[in-house]
């Protein structure tokens, strides 16, 4: 079966992968590419400004024109565009999948409550192996609950805008949770000066900025004479190109409904 695929964000790092990697989909085809009003990208062919060559699909900033209940859309773009293109996607019945980070409180909780109105995937990584090492830390942060410190350190390109990273924050959110602690309470985001010892009900995150790293993250369970150490290195934007076209192909079968990527992978 193949879909039609609408790519939110074109001109951008990802939104050009992304159009590269659903031109070479035997089972896509690409039948939008969004940018915001006014941007340069407006009117060229999208196939040019992700460096393939002339695709025949025009850059446009008209979503609503494209949204239908047929089509499926992957968005990386900023939280206030992918929230509007959600709207659109509830008003059209089109499909949509969400990898943008840097939500707001208020954000995420009207797209929580907006996505169910439609098919969604919302998910702070779309990597699939990032998706397996939330589920793996989940289950060692039950084994390890007791004599063990988790720490998180990310690191990303130096033009990445917010810290720490969505995917440190979720995997952050994964041990709260099957520690029974609740992440928003727990949570230290930077540590400066005098803090004093480490308190016991701690989660540690550390985000480094520089270079062209795409993204690192290590999950750290330190404990006395012995430390474990989980790694996920992403070597290009092309995996979270990838599990944004394995969810868009396994998002049009499903119900309405709002759906991560563990649904996605069936874990």
Known sequence: MSINVIVCGAAGRMGKVLVSLVQEHQDARLVGAIEATGHWALGKDAGEVAGLGPIGVQVTSDYAAVAAPDTVTLDFTVPDAALAHLR??????????????????????????????????????????????????????????????????????????????????????????????????????????????????????????????????????AGFAERLELTHRAQSRECLARGAVRAALWLLGQKPGLYAMKDVLGL
């Open 88 to 221: 659109t996607a509830v008003a059209t019945g089109a499909a949509i999948v969400i990898g943008t980070t840097g939500w707001s409180a208020a954000q995420r909780a009207e797209a929580d409550q907006l996505a169910p109105r439609t098919r969604a995937v919302i998910a702070a990584n779309m990597s699939v192996g990032v998706t397996v090492l939330q589920k793996v830390v989940a289950d060692v942060a039950r084994i390890l609950k007791d004599g063990f410190d988790p720490e998180i350190v990310e690191i990303h390109h130096r033009f990445k805008v917010d810290a720490p990273s969505g995917t440190a924050l979720a995997l952050g959110r994964a041990i709260a949770a099957a520690q029974g602690k609740d992440f928003d309470k727990t949570a230290k985001l930077s540590r400066e000066g005098i803090t004093g010892a480490r308190t016991d009900d701690e989660i540690g995150i550390v985000a480094l900025r520089g270079g062209d790293v795409i993204g690192d993250h290590t999950v750290v369970f």
